[in-house]
Antibody
Framework: EVQLVESGGGLVQPGGSLRLTCAAS????????MSWVRQAPGKGLEWVAN????????FFVESVEGRFTISRENAKSSLYLQMNRLRVEDTAVYYC??????????????WGQGITVTVSS | DRQMTQSPSSLSASVGDRVIIKCRAS??????VNWYQQQPGKAPKLLIN???TLQTGVPSRFSGSGSGTDFSLTISSLQPEDFAIYYC?????????FGQGTKLDIK
């Protein structure tokens, strides 16, 4: 079964750090671009970042540029999101997702269940 | 960065109705538009990619069209399970942005 499972969420104070992990199974992880998407409480979807199959290209939404890092370990079929200098407005459910297409530009067809990150004092 | 604007933001309809949700890009995105359905408390589900390609297992009452800056998602005959929030997304250029969503509820 093709599956993505996020972990590492929780409550953190503003200015703190958190590392999310996405464990992939049931497909050849190293063949796909991967993304992180978030959804603040009661709000819409916001694309956060993506990473090329070999990790050589990474893109971020402007609001997290310089604070968040995306990485992957293909040998472990794992995707990561390192979140530093967290702000209250980063509070959201974070989803990892698999990107379709060799360049990752045909949508996200597999999603994790989501993990909650709460930034609050 | 390209912005995606959906209309309407909310829509009330009845079972059996035909509904159209529109999405406009701030600049051309060719046909790199994807449509997702999200049920409450669930992860989004990819319905259509490349503007008009229906994903495996998605009912044929869903269809997509458009190119350049104007796109639409059509549900030909609403079923009870279709009441949800729908999002368009452009994957033409990073950052890949979503529309603000269209909430479809029962009239």
């Amino acid at each position: 079964e093709v599956q993505l499972v996020e972990s590492g969420g929780g409550l953190v104070q503003p200015g703190g750090s958190l590392r999310l992990t996405c464990a992939a199974s049931g497909f050849t992880f190293s063949s796909y671009w991967m993304s992180w998407v978030r959804q603040a409480p009661g709000k819409g979807l916001e694309w956060v970042a993506n990473i090329r199959q070999d990790g050589s290209e990474k893109f971020f939404v402007e609001s997290v540029e310089g604070r968040f890092t995306i990485s992957r370990e293909n040998a472990k079929s794992s995707l990561y999101l390192q979140m530093n200098r967290l702000r209250v407005e980063d509070t959201a459910v974070y989803y990892c997702a698999r990107d379709l297409g060799g360049s990752g530009d045909y949508g996200m067809d597999v999603w994790g269940q989501g993990i909650t990150v709460t930034v609050s004092s | 960065d390209r912005q995606m604007t959906q209309s309407p933001s909310s829509l009330s309809a009845s079972v059996g109705d035909r509904v159209i949700i529109k999405c406009r890009a701030s600049e051309s995105v060719s046909t790199y538009v994807n449509w997702y359905q999200q049920q409450p408390g669930k992860a989004p589900k990819l319905l259509i990619n490349a503007a008009s390609t229906l994903q495996t297992g998605v009912p044929s009452r869903f269809s997509g069209s458009g190119s350049g800056t104007d796109f639409s998602l059509t549900i030909s005959s609403l079923q009870p399970e279709d009441f949800a929030i729908y999002y368009c997304q452009q994957s033409y250029s990073n950052p890949y942005s979503f529309g603000q969503g269209t909430k479809l509820d029962i009239k």
